[in-house]
């Protein structure tokens, strides 16, 4: 796995992140705001050309420290429960840290990019609610400047469903086991090994 392929699906410093603004539309489902604290198994959905369609990620969010991380596995989680990251992407300090666990390795992808905000999808407006995997009622919504993101979220609890990704990463993201409340600190500590953002 290329360590700049990942970065372009994990939502990094996209504009969107400067649009924290509410929108004043008239219809009766707002645009949605992220749960603050939450994470969940990303299923990265390729386009059907694509020889590997799904990549598995685990995503730990926790707005109240400014961070997230993404945890790129080689395959599911397997019997055994075995389950260990071979690429990391962290977002702590307003900074972006690639980091490699089997050899201890990390490098710095920015030194100047705030994690995402929870008012990303304020740019976004609600087309309608149909049923999504197979009879999850669902709330649709499209971004205007840009039809061809869209952002699916459970109707009952508003939880995460499904965002597509952006032109340069085609492709979608779902989101499954998804558990909101408080995470683990620990995941957002940045690693000895890795250097200081100059």
Sequence with gaps: MSST????????CAALN??????????????PVWPFQWNATLAKIGPEEDA?????TKFYYDYTVK????????????????????FVILFANNSIYHIHPY????????????????WWLQQFTYKGSSPFRGGIPADFFQLQ????????????????????????DPGAT????????????????????????M
């Design 67 to 86: 961070s997230n991380r993404f945890e790129f596995y080689d395959h599911y989680l397997n019997l055994g429960l075995n389950w260990t990251a071979s």
């Design 5 to 12: 392929d990942p970065i372009e699906f994990s939502f990094a």
């Design 103 to 118: 050899e201890q390795k990390c490098s710095i992808r920015s030194c100047n990019c705030p994690v995402l905000s929870p």
């Design 52 to 56: 590997n369609p799904i990549q598995w």
């Design 145 to 168: 400047a840009d039809p061809s993101l869209t952002y699916w979220q459970r109707s009952r609890d508003l939880t995460p469903l499904r965002s597509t990704n952006q032109a340069n």
């Design 18 to 31: 400067d649009r924290e603004k509410s929108l004043d539309i008239s219809a009766a489902v707002q645009p």
């Design 174 to 197: 779902d989101y499954s086991d998804v558990m909101i409340g408080p995470q683990d600190p620990a995941l957002f500590k940045i690693p000895p090994y890795c250097p200081p953002c």
